[in-house]
């Protein structure tokens, strides 16, 4: 059982910048896909950025530009780099890993955005 921790979540004005780490209890080498989702009350959880095994990602059309997930197979980390953000970039953020037949989910960082 994997268990991800998030960080790096706060207050920040709008067009500041903010970096998630996500980090794995165990080696990430054989999650297939690690990614960032967020929520705001009320609504669904929605998927922001992803990233494969192979290094390939993908993002929700409202963040691209501004958004970049990485990770670091040697630190079991992966991070989201949130750059120009905007007041309804506000919600919780969630790791996300993927592996066959399995998927885990981090508690969540805030990251509230202010105007």
């Known amino acids: 059982q994997v268990q991800l921790v998030e960080s790096g979540g706060g207050l920040v004005q709008a067009g500041g910048s903010l970096r998630l780490s996500c980090v794995a209890s165990e080696s990430i080498f054989r999650l297939n896909v690690m990614d960032w989702y967020r929520q705001v009350p009320g609504k669904q959880r929605e998927l922001v950025a992803a990233?494969?095994?192979?290094?390939?990602?993908n993002y929700a059309d409202s963040v691209k530009g501004r958004f970049t997930i990485s990770r670091d197979n040697a630190k079991n980390t992966v991070y989201l780099q949130m750059n120009s953000l905007r007041p309804e970039d506000t919600a919780v953020y969630y790791c996300?890993?993927?592996?066959?037949?399995?998927?885990?989910w981090g508690k969540g960082t805030l990251v509230t955005v202010s105007s």
């Open positions: 990233i494969i095994i192979g290094g390939s990602t």
């Open positions: 996300h890993a993927a592996e066959p037949l399995r998927h885990y």
